[in-house]
């Protein structure tokens, strides 16, 4: 099945070590996400790929980066976590030939920063 | 900027009863996307329901409908005959026709009680 799948599930990092999360998709979308979700609360974008144009939120801190080798795989880097960066990280995409705008969720990756 | 409201933090309903999600929106587009979301607890998030503004009949997928308002910017999601599965976060999204990118409300948790 077509599908947006990240690794790891579960990341634990420590205060200031940098981190990677990965996404990859089978559904040969033209647009990544990435957000970030805190318990509870609407996920907030932090920035997406249309191809290979990034675009990054105003408010998105610059510890984090993000980089799209190719269209299957984006991958999120947080340069010095803080504890304040503990959450849920959700990677989604959005196009395709019938492009109806939905956005196809991946499982999300739950960091932990001690 | 679009903005999308959801009036109603926390909702209830019984096992097979009716409910009512609320959602407002505000934009100056005329073309646009509007998108009900399902977050359930510690799973993935999936479209529920997607309705395009230009047309004008409501969509409506299995037990989940709309009620799609273009003049009042309203865009409720009504779900009949209510599961246990349907407990979850509810997030009402908007997207434009430009880059897809979505903005989400604040959500509705919505509890199916036995």
């Known amino acids: 099945d077509a599908m947006v799948i990240q690794n790891p599930r579960y990341q634990v990092t420590q205060f200031g070590k940098p981190v990677t999360l990965s996404c990859s998709q089978t559904?040969?979308?033209?647009?990544m996400y990435w957000y970030q979700q805190k318990s509870s609360q609407a996920p907030k974008l932090l920035f997406h790929y249309y191809d290979k144009d990034f675009n990054n939120e105003a408010d998105t801190p610059d510890n984090f980066q993000s980089r799209r080798p190719n269209t299957s795989f984006c991958f999120l880097d947080i340069r010095s976590p803080g504890l304040g960066d503990a959450a849920m990280y959700l990677c989604?995409?959005?196009?395709?030939?019938?492009?109806?705008?939905?956005?196809?969720f991946g499982p999300g990756t739950r960091l932990t920063v001690t | 900027a679009q903005t999308v409201t959801q009036s109603q933090p926390e909702m209830s309903v019984q096992e097979a009863e009716t409910v009512t999600l609320s959602c407002t929106y505000d934009?100056?587009?005329?073309?646009?996307?509007l998108f009900w979301y399902k977050q359930p607890p510690s799973r993935q998030m999936i479209l529920v329901i997607r309705q395009e503004a230009y047309k004008q009949q409501n969509a409506t997928e299995n037990r989940f409908s709309v009620n799609f308002q273009k003049a009042a910017k309203s865009f409720s999601l009504k779900i009949s005959d209510s599961q246990l599965g349907d407990t979850a976060m509810y997030f009402c999204a908007f997207s434009n026709t430009n880059a897809g990118k979505s903005t989400f409300g604040d959500g509705t948790t919505l509890t199916v009680k036995p």
């Open positions: 559904l040969n979308h033209n647009v």
């Open positions: 989604a995409t959005s196009g395709g030939a019938s492009a109806t705008y939905e956005q196809y």
């Open positions: 934009t100056s587009e005329s073309n646009y996307y």
